[in-house]
Every structure is written in structure tokens, then in C-alpha cells.
């Protein structure tokens, strides 16, 4: 078991923003970081539960968070006394939430996104590399094979949902020394598949649906994370597969189980491979390799 553990960084004071007369933007750091992004994910479930009389929406971000409220029912003045008050009062070294662990297969270097990548090389860093060769490159692998490995090699927790409906952004459950960090395309591509694994900056996303993008394109999940009719079992709840605190591992497959899997989702008898967990934030900070291993035991 790994001995390895995750810096913790002490956060700046809170800065509130308004956004006109029914929003609130709260942010916790400049940068993303887990103690920044755990923290949002702390405060906004608190918010949540607590049932504040007035209180409309809650998204949480990658180092913030955003508040919408009816200013009817809660004035804002009240709200940030609300805010500041549960900022105080939590500390995510003792603190755990309900998350759902998800295995997401993952066709890596697949033939869609190759062809799209190739037909717009003129928009890329790189127009004679890949996007995963490039990757790979710029974060010192010897090959795309040990690159792909390292993506799918430890979870990624769900940071937040946007901006696209749907679209969720993933940062890897990994020691900062760890984090892959790639630029977006140069200028952005007016077309993507739908379900494209895609990465930019430190964050993975899936592309719920076909559109413009400029996220390097590694590969493609037979999976989806958006059904609007809400066919399939596991969206009951929600039009939206994962929730900001969520956890995704995504696992390598071939095109043979890539087939197979679309198969079942287009006919509606796929089984979303996943379970519910109590995500410690602080026994992940003290070791994340072996946290990250008892986590993933939830789906065998």
C-alpha cells in the first residue's frame, strides 16, 4: 500500500461575488486544488440539507461555488451570513459524503475521434501528432500505450457539471507530481462525437453529445452520461448520469466490448456498473493510492 499522501494547502478567504439580483458566486481559491474543490462540495451539500427557506439552485465548481435565490423569500445579506458561517464550521478533515463510483469503459484511441482529430490537425499544437501522442509526449511518457495507462490508471472525482448539459468534469485522484496537464486545441473544432473522452488543462470530460470542442481527444465511451427521456435504469433521478462528487473509473476496452456494450444501451438493457460509498476526503489525502484501491473494490 502506497505511503505517498496529498499536500494539503490552507485556503484564501472567501470572496462573494453578486451575479444580478438572484445569484451568488462564492470563490474559495484561484486555483483548483482538493482542498478547494472538496470544500465547495462540503459547504453545497451542507446548504442542501440544511433546506434554506429561499434557496433555489446549488452548483458547485471546481475552487467555488454558485448560489441562485429567490431574494423574495432570502435576502442576500442573510445568505452570506448563511455562507460564511457553514465555511467556518466545516473542516473536510472530518467531514464524508455519499458518492456513487461508476465504472465508465473506455475505448481508448478509437476511430472516431482519430477521424476528427485528424481533420482539424491545422487547429492543433501538434498538426503531426495524434492527440494522445502529443499528450503523451508533453507529459514525458515514453509511449502512448504507458500514457493511456496512467489516464485510466486511478479514479477521477466529478469536480462540477457544465458547460455543456450534462457535460461532467473530472480531476484523476492522483498526488499533484502525478496530474497530466495539456493544453486545449489552439482554436476550437466545430465538431466532437458524443460520449468523446476529451482532455484539457488537468480535467477530463466526456462530451455528452455531438458539437464544437477543443479538448485533446483521447478516446470514447460506449456509455452515456445524458438521456434526456430517461430510459435507461440509471437515470430515474436524473436526466444527468454523474453528480458533482461522484467518482468515475475509466476502464480500457476493445472494439469488440465497445460493440457489445452500445449494443445494450441502444436496446436499453444495459446495467450501469456502480455503487455507493462513503468518500472520505481526509483519508484520501493520507493516502490516495491505497484509498483510490478500496474505492474501486465497490465495482467488482
Known amino acids: 500500500m502506497s505511503e505517498q499522501t496529498i499536500t494539503r494547502q490552507e ?12 445569484w451568488v458566486f462564492v470563490e474559495l481559491d484561484e486555483a483548483m486544488s482538493f482542498d478547494a474543490n472538496f470544500k465547495a462540495q462540503a459547504i453545497t451539500q451542507e446548504i442542501r440539507r440544511n433546506s434554506l427557506e429561499g434557496l433555489v439552485e446549488v452548483a458547485p465548481s471546481n475552487a467555488s461555488y454558485l448560489i441562485q435565490f429567490d431574494p423574495a423569500v432570502l435576502h442576500p445579506d442573510e445568505l452570506i451570513e448563511e455562507l460564511k458561517s457553514l465555511e467556518d464550521e466545516i473542516d473536510v478533515s472530518d467531514y464524508q459524503w455519499e458518492a456513487r463510483v461508476f465504472d465508465i469503459p473506455v475505448f481508448y484511441n478509437d476511430p472516431w475521434t482519430h477521424d476528427t482529430l485528424m481533420d482539424f490537425r491545422e487547429r492543433h499544437q501538434d498538426p503531426d501528432a495524434t492527440d494522445l501522442e502529443y499528450s503523451a509526449e508533453l507529459n514525458g511518457f ?16 466529478v469536480t462540477m457539471i457544465g458547460f455543456v448539459p450534462g457535460l461532467p468534469f ?45 479538448y485533446q481527444l483521447y478516446g470514447r465511451t460506449p456509455v452515456e452520461v445524458l438521456d434526456v427521456d430517461q430510459e435507461l435504469s440509471a437515470f430515474e433521478e436524473s436526466m444527468v448520469l454523474p453528480n458533482p462528487g461522484d467518482i468515475l473509473n475509466f476502464r480500457q476496452i476493445d472494439r469488440e466490448e465497445y460493440d457489445a456494450i452500445r449494443e445494450e444501451v441502444e436496446d436499453g438493457s444495459y446495467e450501469y456498473n456502480y455503487d455507493r460509498v462513503d468518500f ?14 478500496r474505492l474501486l473494490e465497490v465495482l467488482e
Open 142 to 157: 515514453d509511449s502512448v500505450e504507458a500514457f493511456i495507462d496512467h489516464h485510466s490508471g486511478a479514479p477521477h472525482m
Open 170 to 214: 473530472c480531476f484523476q485522484m492522483v498526488p499533484r507530481d502525478e496530474q497530466i496537464e495539456v493544453p486545449k486545441y489552439e482554436q476550437p473544432r466545430t465538431a466532437t462525437p458524443s460520449r468523446a473522452i476529451g482532455f484539457g488543462g488537468a480535467f477530463t470530460a466526456i462530451y455528452p453529445v455531438p458539437g464544437a470542442g477543443g
Open 280 to 293: 472520505e476526503p481526509q483519508a484520501f489525502f493520507e493516502d490516495p493510492d491505497g484509498y483510490n484501491e
Open 11 to 22: 485556503l484564501p478567504s472567501p470572496r462573494y461575488e453578486y451575479g444580478g439580483d438572484d
